[in-house]
Protein backbone atom coordinates (compact mmCIF):
# COMPACT_ATOMS: atom_id res chain seq x y z
CA UNK A 1 0.00 0.00 0.00
CA UNK A 2 1.15 3.41 -0.69
CA UNK A 3 1.13 5.53 2.20
CA UNK A 4 1.59 9.42 2.24
CA UNK A 5 0.85 12.91 3.78
CA UNK A 6 -0.30 15.56 2.91
CA UNK A 7 -1.67 19.21 3.65
CA UNK A 8 -5.21 19.54 3.05
CA UNK A 9 -8.60 20.55 4.08
CA UNK A 10 -11.02 17.81 4.80
CA UNK A 11 -14.20 19.59 3.22
CA UNK A 12 -12.08 20.14 0.32
CA UNK A 13 -9.81 16.87 -0.80
CA UNK A 14 -11.15 14.92 -2.98
CA UNK A 15 -11.05 12.13 -1.24
CA UNK A 16 -12.49 8.87 -2.28
CA UNK A 17 -13.68 7.94 0.83
CA UNK A 18 -12.79 10.34 4.42
CA UNK A 19 -12.65 8.35 7.48
CA UNK A 20 -13.84 10.42 10.45
CA UNK A 21 -13.06 8.97 13.80
CA UNK A 22 -15.67 9.61 16.19
CA UNK A 23 -15.96 9.07 20.46
CA UNK A 24 -18.65 7.15 22.01
CA UNK A 25 -22.04 9.01 23.05
CA UNK A 26 -20.33 12.40 22.11
CA UNK A 27 -22.85 14.83 20.52
CA UNK A 28 -20.81 17.62 20.38
CA UNK A 29 -18.92 17.50 17.35
CA UNK A 30 -15.42 19.25 16.36
CA UNK A 31 -15.60 22.63 14.21
CA UNK A 32 -13.81 20.71 10.92
CA UNK A 33 -16.15 18.04 11.72
CA UNK A 34 -18.83 20.28 11.92
CA UNK A 35 -17.64 21.42 8.04
CA UNK A 36 -18.26 18.03 6.48
CA UNK A 37 -21.73 17.87 8.23
CA UNK A 38 -22.56 20.91 6.22
CA UNK A 39 -21.09 19.16 2.99
CA UNK A 40 -23.76 16.37 4.33
CA UNK A 41 -26.55 18.19 5.09
CA UNK A 42 -26.74 17.48 8.60
CA UNK A 43 -26.12 13.79 7.76
CA UNK A 44 -23.67 13.11 10.75
CA UNK A 45 -25.83 15.05 13.63
CA UNK A 46 -28.77 13.12 11.88
CA UNK A 47 -26.59 9.69 12.57
CA UNK A 48 -26.05 10.49 16.36
CA UNK A 49 -29.15 11.99 17.61
CA UNK A 50 -30.96 9.32 15.71
CA UNK A 51 -28.52 6.82 17.22
CA UNK A 52 -27.31 5.03 14.39
CA UNK A 53 -23.69 6.19 14.71
CA UNK A 54 -23.04 5.78 18.51
CA UNK A 55 -19.58 6.13 17.87
CA UNK A 56 -18.94 2.35 19.45
CA UNK A 57 -15.69 0.80 19.13
CA UNK A 58 -15.12 -0.03 16.19
CA UNK A 59 -18.67 0.77 14.74
CA UNK A 60 -18.70 1.93 10.73
CA UNK A 61 -21.64 4.08 9.02
CA UNK A 62 -20.64 5.04 5.63
CA UNK A 63 -22.23 7.63 3.28
CA UNK A 64 -22.27 9.32 0.53
CA UNK A 65 -21.96 13.19 -0.50
CA UNK A 66 -23.70 14.83 -2.78
CA UNK A 67 -21.81 14.67 -5.86
CA UNK A 68 -22.03 18.22 -6.46
CA UNK A 69 -19.24 18.43 -4.22
CA UNK A 70 -15.39 18.25 -5.20
CA UNK A 71 -14.11 17.16 -1.68
CA UNK A 72 -14.51 13.54 -0.11
CA UNK A 73 -17.03 11.50 -2.49
CA UNK A 74 -17.80 9.20 0.71
CA UNK A 75 -17.61 9.78 4.63
CA UNK A 76 -16.75 6.85 6.65
CA UNK A 77 -18.06 7.09 10.31
CA UNK A 78 -15.43 4.32 12.51
CA UNK A 79 -16.25 4.72 16.15
CA UNK A 80 -13.75 4.61 18.97
CA UNK A 81 -15.23 3.93 22.17
CA UNK A 82 -15.14 5.98 24.85
CA UNK A 83 -12.91 9.48 25.00
CA UNK A 84 -11.54 8.80 28.24
CA UNK A 85 -10.44 4.86 27.42
CA UNK A 86 -8.76 5.44 23.76
CA UNK A 87 -5.29 3.64 23.22
CA UNK A 88 -3.05 3.30 20.44
CA UNK A 89 -4.31 -0.25 19.99
CA UNK A 90 -8.21 1.62 19.50
CA UNK A 91 -6.25 4.14 17.37
CA UNK A 92 -5.38 0.61 15.21
CA UNK A 93 -7.96 -1.81 15.47
CA UNK A 94 -10.55 1.45 14.14
CA UNK A 95 -8.05 1.99 11.12
CA UNK A 96 -8.40 -1.91 10.51
CA UNK A 97 -12.14 -2.05 10.45
CA UNK A 98 -12.50 1.30 8.60
CA UNK A 99 -9.71 -0.37 5.69
CA UNK A 100 -11.77 -3.16 5.69
CA UNK A 101 -15.00 -1.44 5.39
CA UNK A 102 -13.08 0.60 1.91
CA UNK A 103 -12.09 -2.13 0.98
CA UNK A 104 -16.14 -4.06 1.15
CA UNK A 105 -17.24 -0.53 -0.56
CA UNK A 106 -14.92 -1.32 -3.43
CA UNK A 107 -12.95 2.08 -2.97
CA UNK A 108 -9.25 2.13 -3.53
CA UNK A 109 -8.00 4.64 -1.46
CA UNK A 110 -8.49 6.38 2.13
CA UNK A 111 -7.74 9.53 3.18
CA UNK A 112 -7.64 10.41 7.22
CA UNK A 113 -6.83 13.17 9.78
CA UNK A 114 -5.28 12.69 12.91
CA UNK A 115 -8.03 9.64 14.12
CA UNK A 116 -9.82 11.28 17.00
CA UNK A 117 -7.85 14.41 16.62
CA UNK A 118 -5.15 15.41 19.03
CA UNK A 119 -5.53 13.39 22.35
CA UNK A 120 -3.72 14.11 25.34
CA UNK A 121 -3.27 10.18 26.26
CA UNK A 122 -0.37 10.36 23.49
CA UNK A 123 1.66 11.17 21.19
CA UNK A 124 0.72 12.71 17.23
CA UNK A 125 3.95 10.61 15.92
CA UNK A 126 2.36 7.31 17.91
CA UNK A 127 -1.30 7.96 16.72
CA UNK A 128 0.18 8.18 13.09
CA UNK A 129 2.40 5.37 13.27
CA UNK A 130 -0.64 3.30 14.52
CA UNK A 131 -3.26 4.63 12.34
CA UNK A 132 -0.88 3.26 9.20
CA UNK A 133 0.19 0.19 11.38
CA UNK A 134 -3.89 -0.58 11.74
CA UNK A 135 -4.61 0.11 7.75
CA UNK A 136 -1.38 -1.85 5.98
CA UNK A 137 -2.61 -4.65 8.73
CA UNK A 138 -6.41 -4.63 8.12
CA UNK A 139 -5.73 -4.65 4.57
CA UNK A 140 -3.76 -7.66 4.55
CA UNK A 141 -4.49 -10.54 2.96
CA UNK A 142 -2.65 -13.72 1.94
CA UNK A 143 -3.66 -14.63 -1.86
CA UNK A 144 -0.66 -15.87 -3.50
CA UNK A 145 -1.83 -19.30 -3.74
CA UNK A 146 -5.53 -18.04 -5.56
CA UNK A 147 -5.43 -18.47 -8.94
CA UNK A 148 -8.66 -16.66 -9.34
CA UNK A 149 -8.37 -13.77 -6.76
CA UNK A 150 -11.01 -11.66 -8.88
CA UNK A 151 -14.41 -12.11 -7.13
CA UNK A 152 -12.70 -11.11 -4.02
CA UNK A 153 -13.21 -7.08 -3.40
CA UNK A 154 -9.73 -5.66 -4.06
CA UNK A 155 -6.89 -4.11 -1.72
CA UNK A 156 -6.78 -1.17 -0.88
CA UNK A 157 -3.84 0.28 -2.86
CA UNK A 158 -3.49 4.75 -1.33
CA UNK A 159 -4.07 5.64 2.26
CA UNK A 160 -3.92 9.75 2.58
CA UNK A 161 -2.74 11.42 6.27
CA UNK A 162 -4.11 14.36 6.05
CA UNK A 163 -2.40 16.99 7.71
CA UNK A 164 -4.79 19.80 8.63
CA UNK A 165 -2.34 22.53 9.40
CA UNK A 166 1.28 22.65 7.77
CA UNK A 167 2.38 22.20 11.49
CA UNK A 168 1.70 19.03 11.98
CA UNK A 169 3.26 18.07 8.93
CA UNK A 170 6.77 16.76 9.97
CA UNK A 171 4.87 14.76 12.86
CA UNK A 172 2.67 12.99 11.14
CA UNK A 173 5.43 12.14 8.24
CA UNK A 174 7.76 10.80 10.88
CA UNK A 175 4.53 8.67 12.82
CA UNK A 176 3.34 7.33 8.81
CA UNK A 177 7.51 6.31 8.52
CA UNK A 178 7.49 3.89 11.21
CA UNK A 179 4.39 3.06 11.21
CA UNK A 180 4.76 1.66 7.58
CA UNK A 181 7.97 0.02 8.11
CA UNK A 182 6.69 -1.63 11.80
CA UNK A 183 3.51 -2.39 9.69
CA UNK A 184 4.94 -4.04 7.21
CA UNK A 185 7.25 -6.18 9.26
CA UNK A 186 4.10 -7.58 10.65
CA UNK A 187 2.73 -8.42 7.07
CA UNK A 188 5.46 -9.73 6.23
CA UNK A 189 6.29 -12.45 9.28
CA UNK A 190 2.67 -13.19 8.48
CA UNK A 191 3.32 -13.66 4.48
CA UNK A 192 6.44 -16.24 5.91
CA UNK A 193 4.14 -18.51 7.92
CA UNK A 194 1.47 -18.24 5.63
CA UNK A 195 3.62 -20.01 3.26
CA UNK A 196 3.20 -24.09 3.53
CA UNK A 197 6.30 -25.93 4.32
CA UNK A 198 6.87 -27.42 1.41
CA UNK A 199 8.15 -23.48 0.43
CA UNK A 200 9.37 -21.80 3.11
CA UNK A 201 12.10 -24.44 3.89
CA UNK A 202 15.21 -23.75 5.92
CA UNK A 203 17.00 -23.11 2.12
CA UNK A 204 13.93 -21.19 1.26
CA UNK A 205 14.39 -19.12 4.31
CA UNK A 206 18.07 -18.52 4.00
CA UNK A 207 16.98 -16.59 0.16
CA UNK A 208 15.13 -14.66 2.42
CA UNK A 209 17.74 -13.48 4.64
CA UNK A 210 19.82 -12.47 1.21
CA UNK A 211 17.19 -10.06 0.58
CA UNK A 212 17.19 -8.73 3.99
CA UNK A 213 21.04 -8.71 3.54
CA UNK A 214 20.25 -6.40 0.68
CA UNK A 215 19.62 -3.57 2.98
CA UNK A 216 22.34 -0.97 4.25
CA UNK A 217 24.54 -1.53 6.59
CA UNK A 218 23.03 -5.95 6.91
CA UNK A 219 25.38 -8.92 6.60
CA UNK A 220 24.45 -12.06 6.13
CA UNK A 221 26.76 -15.70 7.31
CA UNK A 222 25.05 -18.83 6.67
CA UNK A 223 26.44 -21.81 8.36
CA UNK A 224 25.99 -25.28 6.46
CA UNK A 225 25.79 -28.61 7.98
CA UNK A 226 29.69 -29.36 7.65
CA UNK A 227 30.24 -25.68 9.93
CA UNK A 228 27.26 -26.65 12.03
CA UNK A 229 29.55 -29.91 12.97
CA UNK A 230 32.74 -28.04 13.25
CA UNK A 231 31.16 -26.17 15.93
CA UNK A 232 29.71 -28.80 17.41
CA UNK A 233 25.96 -27.91 17.01
CA UNK A 234 24.27 -30.87 18.63
CA UNK A 235 21.22 -29.59 18.99
CA UNK A 236 20.19 -27.91 15.84
CA UNK A 237 21.91 -30.97 14.23
CA UNK A 238 19.81 -33.33 15.93
CA UNK A 239 16.58 -31.97 15.40
CA UNK A 240 17.38 -32.44 11.12
CA UNK A 241 18.62 -35.64 11.47
CA UNK A 242 15.05 -36.79 10.77
CA UNK A 243 14.52 -34.51 7.79
CA UNK A 244 15.35 -34.53 3.95
CA UNK A 245 15.96 -30.56 4.39
CA UNK A 246 19.44 -29.17 5.58
CA UNK A 247 19.33 -27.44 8.60
CA UNK A 248 20.77 -23.83 8.04
CA UNK A 249 22.03 -21.71 10.68
CA UNK A 250 21.68 -18.08 9.81
CA UNK A 251 23.08 -14.71 11.28
CA UNK A 252 22.21 -11.48 9.97
CA UNK A 253 24.04 -8.08 11.89
CA UNK A 254 23.51 -4.76 11.01
CA UNK A 255 25.96 -2.55 12.52
CA UNK A 256 24.00 0.67 12.77
CA UNK A 257 26.65 2.18 15.84
CA UNK A 258 30.15 2.48 16.26
CA UNK A 259 31.79 -1.27 16.17
CA UNK A 260 32.94 -0.93 20.02
CA UNK A 261 29.05 -1.00 21.09
CA UNK A 262 27.99 -4.20 22.21
CA UNK A 263 24.78 -5.30 19.69
CA UNK A 264 21.20 -6.80 20.85
CA UNK A 265 21.21 -10.22 19.59
CA UNK A 266 17.47 -11.29 18.85
CA UNK A 267 17.40 -15.40 18.16
CA UNK A 268 14.24 -16.77 16.81
CA UNK A 269 12.93 -20.97 16.15
CA UNK A 270 12.90 -20.98 12.82
CA UNK A 271 11.25 -24.65 12.45
CA UNK A 272 9.84 -24.38 9.11
CA UNK A 273 7.66 -27.51 9.88
CA UNK A 274 7.11 -29.09 13.14
CA UNK A 275 5.89 -32.54 12.92
CA UNK A 276 7.22 -33.91 16.70
CA UNK A 277 9.21 -35.93 15.01
CA UNK A 278 9.67 -39.57 16.37
CA UNK A 279 7.16 -38.54 18.86
CA UNK A 280 4.41 -37.86 16.53
CA UNK A 281 2.13 -35.30 17.39
CA UNK A 282 -2.06 -36.03 16.15
CA UNK A 283 -3.06 -35.13 12.89
CA UNK A 284 -5.37 -32.33 14.08
CA UNK A 285 -4.05 -29.08 13.50
CA UNK A 286 -0.80 -30.13 12.50
CA UNK A 287 -0.84 -27.91 8.69
CA UNK A 288 -0.38 -25.46 11.52
CA UNK A 289 2.77 -26.49 12.45
CA UNK A 290 4.18 -24.21 9.12
CA UNK A 291 4.29 -21.33 11.30
CA UNK A 292 6.50 -22.91 13.71
CA UNK A 293 8.73 -20.50 12.46
CA UNK A 294 7.12 -17.59 13.16
CA UNK A 295 9.89 -16.59 15.81
CA UNK A 296 12.30 -16.54 13.02
CA UNK A 297 10.43 -14.87 10.39
CA UNK A 298 10.15 -11.65 12.80
CA UNK A 299 14.04 -11.81 13.75
CA UNK A 300 14.30 -10.99 9.58
CA UNK A 301 11.33 -8.68 9.62
CA UNK A 302 12.52 -6.45 12.68
CA UNK A 303 16.41 -6.65 11.29
CA UNK A 304 15.39 -5.40 7.87
CA UNK A 305 13.12 -2.78 9.60
CA UNK A 306 16.14 -1.54 12.21
CA UNK A 307 18.16 -1.42 8.82
CA UNK A 308 15.38 0.63 7.00
CA UNK A 309 14.73 2.79 9.94
CA UNK A 310 18.88 3.40 10.39
CA UNK A 311 18.40 2.96 13.91
CA UNK A 312 21.70 4.04 15.68
CA UNK A 313 22.50 0.55 16.94
CA UNK A 314 23.93 -2.73 16.39
CA UNK A 315 21.69 -5.72 15.73
CA UNK A 316 22.53 -9.75 15.17
CA UNK A 317 19.41 -11.74 14.31
CA UNK A 318 20.24 -15.80 14.82
CA UNK A 319 17.80 -18.09 13.41
CA UNK A 320 18.71 -21.75 13.64
CA UNK A 321 16.76 -23.14 10.50
CA UNK A 322 15.82 -27.09 10.29
CA UNK A 323 12.10 -29.19 9.88
CA UNK A 324 11.27 -31.40 12.82
CA UNK A 325 10.71 -34.71 10.62
CA UNK A 326 10.34 -38.30 11.87
CA UNK A 327 12.89 -39.81 9.27
CA UNK A 328 15.09 -42.73 9.44
CA UNK A 329 18.10 -40.98 10.74
CA UNK A 330 15.57 -38.93 13.38
CA UNK A 331 16.92 -38.77 16.91
CA UNK A 332 14.66 -40.75 19.35
CA UNK A 333 13.28 -40.71 22.90
CA UNK A 334 16.32 -41.17 24.91
CA UNK A 335 19.18 -40.41 22.46
CA UNK A 336 22.09 -37.87 24.01
CA UNK A 337 22.89 -34.42 22.24
CA UNK A 338 26.36 -32.67 23.22
CA UNK A 339 24.89 -29.23 22.59
CA UNK A 340 26.82 -26.06 20.97
CA UNK A 341 27.89 -24.99 24.78
CA UNK A 342 28.95 -28.37 25.49
CA UNK A 343 26.05 -29.48 27.75
CA UNK A 344 24.75 -33.01 27.47
CA UNK A 345 21.31 -33.15 27.10
CA UNK A 346 19.05 -36.15 27.22
CA UNK A 347 15.97 -35.91 24.20
CA UNK A 348 12.76 -37.91 26.10
CA UNK A 349 10.54 -36.06 23.44
CA UNK A 350 11.24 -35.25 20.08
CA UNK A 351 8.72 -33.14 20.04
CA UNK A 352 10.23 -31.00 22.09
CA UNK A 353 12.54 -29.69 19.77
CA UNK A 354 12.69 -25.83 19.80
CA UNK A 355 14.51 -25.64 22.86
CA UNK A 356 17.18 -27.46 21.33
CA UNK A 357 17.89 -25.76 18.36
CA UNK A 358 17.43 -22.18 20.49
CA UNK A 359 20.00 -23.77 23.10
CA UNK A 360 22.56 -23.35 19.94
CA UNK A 361 21.47 -20.39 19.16
CA UNK A 362 21.38 -18.86 22.42
CA UNK A 363 24.93 -20.19 22.84
CA UNK A 364 26.08 -19.29 19.68
CA UNK A 365 24.99 -15.37 20.94
CA UNK A 366 26.74 -15.33 24.21
CA UNK A 367 29.93 -15.78 22.03
CA UNK A 368 28.93 -12.52 20.66
CA UNK A 369 29.46 -10.56 24.14
CA UNK A 370 25.50 -8.73 23.70
CA UNK A 371 24.27 -6.19 25.60
CA UNK A 372 21.50 -8.36 25.67
CA UNK A 373 20.09 -11.53 24.21
CA UNK A 374 15.95 -11.33 23.46
CA UNK A 375 14.76 -15.21 21.84
CA UNK A 376 11.14 -15.53 21.01
CA UNK A 377 9.59 -19.04 19.88
CA UNK A 378 6.65 -20.78 19.32
CA UNK A 379 7.82 -22.80 21.90
CA UNK A 380 5.48 -24.68 24.35
CA UNK A 381 1.16 -25.86 24.05
CA UNK A 382 1.89 -25.28 27.45
CA UNK A 383 1.82 -21.33 26.79
CA UNK A 384 -1.59 -21.86 25.09
CA UNK A 385 -3.34 -23.42 27.99
CA UNK A 386 -1.53 -20.51 30.71
CA UNK A 387 -2.03 -17.42 28.69
CA UNK A 388 -4.84 -17.84 25.93
CA UNK A 389 -4.96 -16.07 22.70
CA UNK A 390 -3.94 -12.69 23.85
CA UNK A 391 -0.53 -12.61 25.86
CA UNK A 392 2.79 -13.24 25.15
CA UNK A 393 4.60 -15.64 28.11
CA UNK A 394 8.07 -13.62 28.56
CA UNK A 395 10.14 -15.12 31.21
CA UNK A 396 13.69 -14.19 31.87
CA UNK A 397 16.75 -12.92 33.99
CA UNK A 398 16.86 -9.29 34.70
CA UNK A 399 14.58 -6.99 35.43
CA UNK A 400 15.33 -3.49 33.90
CA UNK A 401 15.04 -5.41 30.28
CA UNK A 402 12.11 -7.13 31.28
CA UNK A 403 10.79 -3.99 31.86
CA UNK A 404 11.62 -2.65 28.74
CA UNK A 405 10.09 -5.74 26.93
CA UNK A 406 6.57 -5.05 28.81
CA UNK A 407 6.63 -1.33 27.83
CA UNK A 408 7.10 -2.06 24.30
CA UNK A 409 4.58 -4.69 23.80
CA UNK A 410 2.51 -1.98 25.69
CA UNK A 411 2.96 0.33 22.91
CA UNK A 412 3.09 -1.97 20.18
CA UNK A 413 0.23 -3.41 21.09
CA UNK A 414 1.60 -7.07 21.56
CA UNK A 415 1.67 -7.21 25.34
CA UNK A 416 3.12 -10.02 27.40
CA UNK A 417 2.51 -11.66 30.71
CA UNK A 418 5.61 -12.54 33.02
CA UNK A 419 5.63 -16.13 34.16
CA UNK A 420 8.56 -17.12 36.81
CA UNK A 421 11.98 -18.14 36.17
CA UNK A 422 13.05 -19.81 39.67
CA UNK A 423 15.57 -22.33 39.76
CA UNK A 424 13.60 -24.53 41.79
CA UNK A 425 11.90 -25.17 38.46
CA UNK A 426 14.90 -27.06 37.38
CA UNK A 427 14.29 -29.91 39.49
CA UNK A 428 11.51 -31.16 36.83
CA UNK A 429 14.56 -30.97 34.07
CA UNK A 430 17.45 -33.15 36.07
CA UNK A 431 18.57 -36.08 33.76
CA UNK A 432 19.97 -39.63 35.23
CA UNK A 433 22.14 -39.43 32.43
CA UNK A 434 23.02 -36.28 30.94
CA UNK A 435 22.99 -33.11 32.33
CA UNK A 436 19.22 -32.23 31.42
CA UNK A 437 16.48 -34.05 29.54
CA UNK A 438 14.51 -31.45 27.26
CA UNK A 439 11.22 -32.11 29.08
CA UNK A 440 9.82 -30.96 32.50
CA UNK A 441 6.88 -33.48 32.82
CA UNK A 442 3.70 -32.73 34.41
CA UNK A 443 2.90 -28.94 35.45
CA UNK A 444 4.53 -25.41 34.29
CA UNK A 445 5.57 -26.62 30.97
CA UNK A 446 6.40 -22.58 29.82
CA UNK A 447 8.21 -22.40 32.67
CA UNK A 448 10.50 -25.69 32.24
CA UNK A 449 10.75 -24.82 28.97
CA UNK A 450 12.23 -21.52 29.54
CA UNK A 451 14.78 -22.87 32.16
CA UNK A 452 15.99 -24.89 29.68
CA UNK A 453 16.76 -22.11 27.83
CA UNK A 454 18.97 -20.37 30.79
CA UNK A 455 21.09 -22.91 30.88
CA UNK A 456 22.55 -21.55 27.76
CA UNK A 457 22.74 -17.96 28.18
CA UNK A 458 24.59 -17.72 31.17
CA UNK A 459 24.76 -14.29 33.05
CA UNK A 460 23.99 -12.47 29.92
CA UNK A 461 20.99 -10.01 30.28
CA UNK A 462 17.87 -12.10 28.24
CA UNK A 463 14.09 -12.43 27.59
CA UNK A 464 12.52 -15.17 26.32
CA UNK A 465 8.77 -14.68 24.54
CA UNK A 466 6.70 -17.69 24.23
CA UNK A 467 4.44 -16.43 21.66
CA UNK A 468 2.75 -20.46 21.18
CA UNK A 469 -0.42 -19.14 21.81
CA UNK A 470 -0.53 -15.69 20.17
CA UNK A 471 0.94 -16.85 16.82
CA UNK A 472 -1.81 -17.98 15.27
CA UNK A 473 -5.51 -16.45 15.55
CA UNK A 474 -8.24 -18.33 15.46
CA UNK A 475 -10.40 -15.73 14.71
CA UNK A 476 -11.18 -12.07 12.54
CA UNK A 477 -9.96 -9.16 14.56
CA UNK A 478 -10.23 -5.70 13.30
CA UNK A 479 -6.88 -5.75 12.06
CA UNK A 480 -5.66 -9.52 12.42
CA UNK A 481 -7.01 -12.07 9.97
CA UNK A 482 -7.84 -15.44 10.92
CA UNK A 483 -4.08 -17.23 10.84
CA UNK A 484 -0.77 -16.44 10.97
CA UNK A 485 -1.46 -12.74 13.11
CA UNK A 486 3.19 -11.74 12.89
CA UNK A 487 2.88 -11.10 16.32
CA UNK A 488 5.88 -10.46 18.20
CA UNK A 489 7.82 -7.83 15.06
CA UNK A 490 6.02 -4.97 16.31
CA UNK A 491 7.19 -5.36 20.06
CA UNK A 492 10.49 -6.26 18.63
CA UNK A 493 11.00 -3.20 16.27
CA UNK A 494 9.81 -0.69 19.34
CA UNK A 495 11.95 -2.37 22.11
CA UNK A 496 15.12 -1.51 19.51
CA UNK A 497 13.03 1.98 18.57
CA UNK A 498 13.19 2.55 22.73
CA UNK A 499 16.65 1.67 23.31
CA UNK A 500 17.65 4.44 20.41
CA UNK A 501 15.34 6.98 21.47
CA UNK A 502 17.37 9.90 22.40
CA UNK A 503 20.20 9.27 20.23
N1 LIG B 1 5.96 -26.06 18.34
C1 LIG B 1 5.49 -26.70 19.50
C2 LIG B 1 4.69 -25.78 20.41
C3 LIG B 1 3.40 -25.27 19.86
C4 LIG B 1 2.24 -25.97 20.09
C5 LIG B 1 3.34 -24.09 19.17
C6 LIG B 1 1.06 -25.49 19.59
C7 LIG B 1 2.15 -23.59 18.68
C8 LIG B 1 1.00 -24.29 18.89
C9 LIG B 1 6.65 -27.26 20.32
O1 LIG B 1 7.76 -27.66 19.60
C10 LIG B 1 6.13 -28.46 21.04
O2 LIG B 1 5.73 -29.38 20.39
N2 LIG B 1 6.17 -28.41 22.36
C11 LIG B 1 5.71 -29.50 23.15
C12 LIG B 1 6.68 -29.69 24.29
C13 LIG B 1 6.40 -30.90 25.14
C14 LIG B 1 6.70 -32.16 24.34
C15 LIG B 1 7.24 -30.83 26.36
C16 LIG B 1 4.35 -29.15 23.72
O3 LIG B 1 4.16 -28.01 24.15
O4 LIG B 1 3.46 -29.98 23.66
ZN1 LIG C 1 7.56 -29.67 18.88
ZN1 LIG D 1 7.99 -26.70 17.72
Same mark, same amino acid.
Given at each position: MKIQVKKGDVVKEPAEVLVLGGYEDETQMDAWIDAVDRLLNGQLRTLRTTKEFQGKLNQTVLVHTPNKHRGPRRVLLVGLGKRGEVTLDRVRQAMGTAVKRVRQAGAQSLTVPLLGGNTASFEATDQAQAMVEGTILGNYRFTHYLTNADDQPKAVQVMTLLATDASQLPTLKRGALRGEISGEATAYVRDLCNHPANVMTPARIVEEAKLVAKEKGVRLTVLDRKQQEKLGMGGLLGVSRGSAEPAKFIVLTYSGAAKREPPVVLVG @? %?? %?? /???? $?SLKPA?? *??? *? @?? /?MTGGAEVLATVRAAARLRLPLNLVGILPATENMPGGRAIKPGDILRMLSGKTVEVQNTDAEGRLVLADGLAYAVRLKPACILDVATLTGACMVALGQFAIGMLGNDDSLKAQVKAAGEQAGERVWEMPLWEEYFEQLKSDVADMRNIGGRGGGMITAAMFLSKFVENVPWVHLDIASTDWSQSERPYVGKG? %?? $?GARLLLQFLLNRTQGK
Open positions: @K %TV %TF /DSGG $IEN *MEQ *M @KA /DP %TG $I
